[in-house]
């Protein structure tokens, strides 16, 4: 006794196969998957140039989780440019972090910048972390800074 699919011709089959894997990849494909989430240290300060002078202040700095593709990590930063990095210990050492920047003509109230730390120096638990905002004018020289501290949780 033959069964339905017994029945059907090699091409049958083929086009069965072809359309079930179709079917496969398109559900596949509309699936979102949640982008990976890093630690970084978010940076949140003001920017003016007043008089030609510049001032800088920081609002507040934290430890926060952002998608990866977010994250930006350079340790030789263009200038002119307002960068932010961090100074803490960890073991024997202390580490400096990547810089993130952002251009020297950002002005305002809220400007925010993600500190991205590679992995295997993630400061430990209950480490305080030093966090500095300065402004750097093409000449490499540093026209304003400020510094902010948190303790990473």
Same mark, same amino acid.
Request: proline share 5%; glycine share 4%; aromatic share 10%.
């Given at each position: 006794? %033959?069964?339905?699919?017994?029945?059907?011709?090699?091409?049958?089959?083929?086009?069965?196969?072809v *359309?079930?894997?179709?079917?496969?990849?398109?559900?596949?494909?509309?699936?979102? %998957?949640?982008?990976?989430?890093?630690?970084?240290?978010? #940076? +949140?300060?003001? $920017?003016?140039?007043?008089?030609? %002078? $510049?001032?800088?202040?920081?609002?507040y #700095?934290?430890?926060?989780? @952002? +998608?990866?593709?977010?994250?930006?990590?350079?340790? +030789?930063?263009?200038?002119? +440019?307002?960068?932010?990095?961090?100074?803490?210990?960890?073991?024997?050492?202390?580490?400096?972090?990547?810089?993130?920047?952002?251009?020297?003509?950002? %002005?305002?109230?809220? @400007?925010? *910048?993600? @500190?991205?730390?590679?992995?295997?120096?993630?400061?430990?638990?209950?480490?305080?972390v030093?966090?500095?905002?300065?402004?750097?004018?093409?000449?490499?020289?540093?026209l304003?800074?400020?510094?902010?501290?948190? #303790?990473?949780?």
């Amino acid at each position: 006794m %033959q069964t339905v699919l017994d029945r059907r011709t090699g091409a049958e089959r083929t086009f069965t196969m072809v *359309l079930f894997i179709l079917i496969v990849v398109f559900f596949a494909g509309c699936i979102q %998957q949640k982008p990976e989430k890093v630690p970084v240290i978010e #940076v +949140s300060f003001k $920017h003016y140039i007043i008089s030609d %002078q $510049h001032v800088v202040e920081i609002n507040y #700095v934290k430890k926060t989780e @952002i +998608s990866l593709e977010k994250v930006k990590i350079t340790k +030789s930063p263009p200038f002119p +440019s307002v960068m932010a990095y961090a100074i803490y210990p960890k073991g024997n050492k202390i580490i400096v972090s990547p810089v993130a920047y952002t251009s020297i003509a950002n %002005q305002g109230d809220n @400007i925010t *910048l993600y @500190i991205g730390i590679e992995k295997d120096e993630l400061p430990e638990s209950g480490t305080k972390v030093d966090v500095y905002v300065e402004v750097w004018n093409k000449a490499s020289k540093k026209l304003a800074a400020d510094r902010g501290e948190f #303790v990473w949780e």
